[in-house]
Every structure is written in structure tokens, then in C-alpha cells.
């Protein structure tokens, strides 16, 4: 028997039992789907919370007031807070590799210009924030740089917030009262988004010797620290750490590094789309159940027909081809149908809820055919070797 007689026999059965063709490959292909589906919302929550964390850079590291630390009793807990100083910020500034630093306090208050009135987010920062945080100036200027310890009253303001208050009107220049205090606009920022809930566009900046007067602070809230590209971030926290104990005497703050952080992030992040890429593989092996099923009937049904092919000298071997090519054939088309669905219905879902992000990781999708091609194989041995084992006369005479 030619190759291409052995194919056209093969197709020719699947199209002759069409119904019970469409049911196997609807099997195969509602699996395929589930794993192309799932494995796509899974990687798009994955990119999306890389993508909110990295908005800021990656080269970060951020140090907070306050250490926690467990001592040998269980439960007993020593929390000791002291203060982070602009002084602080100073010194690690000159620590090697530092590019540059920004000390941190943050409120809410009222903005008020005339009529107007928004209650918002009040950043305190130094000048550098916009290059550290990766955030750009639409209009005007960011904050200049000034004496930390007697900063001018000077305010730039998120894109909603000088929208809310000023409408077509050019803030620049002009004076709004933050908390009670008059400070003059120098800049709007550019349009930023969201992080995880919290409005960067619905936030003003102001110098943080100022906002921490406004909020009756004696300590800043943070102190983040953007690092030059390829040195390790260990060998910079290192040296953070022994430049604050020196000043403070004990470790009493936390050092966050941003790169570890978004390691671990990573990691659990890709534990969550293989877990739930696994429960669409779960679908697609219940969806192979049915090819050695519907490969038996199939044996069973033509058993005349293996017994003529044996007896015009078709081998063995091209009988077992005949009938694993069939199950090959029906896990193939389900696969395709099913990646052609599971797409589909993940692009569908992106469009109708933005907030969902979807993105097929074609490397799974390819995991999923072979899979679906492996099972058809694997389901269509044992019919297929029931099938070429049968004796040509016997065959015949169940006709």
C-alpha cells in the first residue's frame, strides 16, 4: 500500500463517521481551549503585575523607618521605630553606585485654588523624583533644587488634579492653597496611571522639608535609593545598611530591594500560570478518554474491512499505521480548533474587560498540540494493535 493510499483511507473513515469525528475532536478541542485560555489570563496577570511594579525602574532599593524582629519567646515581638532624616538621605547619597536619592513623606489634604477645592494625595520629594520614578513633566518644570532644610513653597501637579482645579486654564504660575498654605504651580506632570489602585495622576508634589511641616512629621517615610545598572543591588544594600547603623547605632529600618522583589513576584507569579495551565491539560486528558473509545468501535466496525486490506498483502505495520494516523488525525484538528478557540475567546475576553489583560504564551500553546498529538497517538495504540493482530480469515468471516 502507497503512503498516499494509506492517508486517503485514513481521512476517507473520519469522513464517512463524521458525527463520531466532531465529538472526539470537540473532546480535544474544549481541552486545547481550556489550556490556551486559562494559560492566558494567567500570563496576562502575570505581565500586569510585573509590568505596575516596574513602572518605577527596577534599579531601586527602599528604606523605611522601623525594624521588626521576633525574640526567643514565641509571640513576643520588638518593634523599635526611629527616625529617617534628610540627613540620612545625605549620606547615602554619597554612598558608590548611588545615582541618585529621594526622601519620601506622604498625606492627604485639600488643594484649593478660588472656588475649587479636590482632597488628594500630597507627595513630598526632592527634585530628583521625576527622574527616579520615571515620571515626565507635561508643562513647566518639576521641583527645583533647593536648600532640603528650607525648601521653597513650590507645587507641581498630577495631570487630574490640575484638570479638576484649573480646566483649560494654564496653571502655571498660578497660587493654590495646599493644607492652608499658599504655593505656586511650577509644573503639571504627564499622565501616568494607576499602581495597584493608587492614582499617580491624582496626586501634587511638593518639597519634603514642606510636607512634613504640613503633616507635623519628625521622621521621613521612606528613602528610596536608584542605583547604577549592572552593579548588584546586594553590594549597594550592604552598604546602605552600614552607613545607617553607623548613624543610628542599630539596625532600625527596613531595606526593600526592588530587583529581589520582583524575583520572588516573578516566581509565584509563574507557579500561578502553570497551576492553572494544569487544570486545562486536566480537560484535555479527559477529552483524550474518548479516542480510545471511539478507536475500539471503530476496530470492531471494520474488522471485515482490516481483514481485506490483510488479505491483498496490506502488512502489519501499515495496518497499525492506518488506524494510530486516524487517532493522530482527530487530536491534531481538535488541537487546532482549540487553539483557534482558546485565542479567540482570550482576545474576546481583553476586549470586553480591559482590566483583565490576556496574553497567550505561545510556548504553551505549543506544550498543548503536542500534548494533543501525543495523546491521540498514545489512545489510538492499543485499537491499533488489536486491529493489525487480527487474523485475515477471521476478519473475513465477520462479514
Not at 328 to 344: E, K, P, S, Y
Amino acid at each position: 500500500m502507497l503512503l498516499r493510499d494509506l492517508i486517503k483511507l485514513s481521512l476517507g473513515s473520519l469522513v464517512d463517521q463524521r458525527l463520531r469525528s466532531f465529538l472526539t475532536v470537540l473532546g480535544i478541542a474544549v481541552g486545547i481551549a481550556s489550556v490556551v485560555l486559562l494559560t492566558s489570563i494567567g500570563e496576562g496577570v502575570r505581565r500586569f503585575m510585573l509590568s505596575e511594579f516596574t513602572q518605577f525602574g527596577t534599579n531601586l532599593i527602599s528604606i523605611n523607618p522601623g525594624k521588626t524582629t521576633t525574640i526567643g519567646v514565641s509571640g513576643a515581638i520588638i518593634n523599635n521605630i526611629r527616625p529617617l532624616s534628610i540627613a540620612d538621605e545625605e549620606a547615602l547619597r554619597r554612598i558608590a553606585g548611588v545615582i541618585d536619592t529621594i526622601a519620601v513623606v506622604q498625606g492627604n489634604a485639600p488643594v484649593e485654588r478660588e472656588k475649587r477645592s479636590r482632597h488628594t494625595t500630597i507627595l513630598g520629594v526632592g527634585p530628583t523624583a521625576a527622574a527616579v520614578f520615571t515620571i515626565d513633566v507635561a508643562r513647566g518644570r518639576f521641583l527645583p533644587v533647593d536648600d532640603q532644610r528650607a525648601a521653597r513653597a513650590y507645587v507641581a501637579l498630577g495631570s487630574k488634579v490640575a484638570f479638576e482645579l484649573f480646566r483649560e486654564t494654564s496653571p502655571l504660575g498660578k497660587i493654590v492653597r495646599i493644607g492652608g498654605e499658599r504655593y505656586r504651580v511650577i509644573g503639571v506632570m504627564e499622565s501616568k496611571g494607576q499602581m495597584l489602585g493608587f492614582d499617580l495622576d491624582d496626586a501634587v508634589y511638593i518639597p519634603t522639608i514642606r510636607a512634613m511641616s504640613l503633616f507635623n512629621l519628625d521622621s521621613l517615610m521612606e528613602i528610596d535609593l536608584l542605583y547604577q545598572a549592572g552593579i548588584e543591588s546586594k553590594t549597594v544594600a550592604d552598604q546602605a545598611r552600614r552607613v545607617l547603623i553607623a548613624r543610628h547605632g542599630a539596625e532600625d529600618f527596613t531595606l526593600t530591594i526592588q530587583e529581589e522583589m520582583l524575583d520572588v513576584l516573578g516566581s509565584v507569579l509563574d507557579i500561578i500560570t502553570l497551576s492553572v495551565g494544569g487544570l486545562g491539560a486536566i480537560s484535555l486528558l479527559v477529552g483524550g478518554v474518548g479516542i480510545p473509545t471511539i478507536m475500539t468501535i471503530a476496530v470492531t466496525e471494520r474488522t471485515p474491512e482490516v481483514g481485506l486490506l490483510r488479505a491483498i498483502s496490506a502488512g502489519r505495520g501499515q495496518i497499525l499505521l492506518l488506524f494510530i494516523g486516524e487517532a493522530v488525525v482527530l487530536a491534531a484538528i481538535g488541537g487546532l480548533c482549540g487553539l483557534v478557540i482558546g485565542a479567540g475567546g482570550a482576545w474576546l475576553l481583553g476586549a470586553l474587560v480591559p482590566s483583565l489583560p490576556t496574553h497567550t504564551p505561545w510556548l504553551y500553546v505549543l506544550y498543548a498540540e503536542i500534548l494533543a498529538a501525543a495523546i491521540g497517538l498514545l489512545a489510538g495504540v492499543l485499537p491499533a494493535r488489536h486491529a493489525a493482530g487480527l487474523d485475515p480469515i477471521e476478519a473475513l468471516r465477520a462479514e
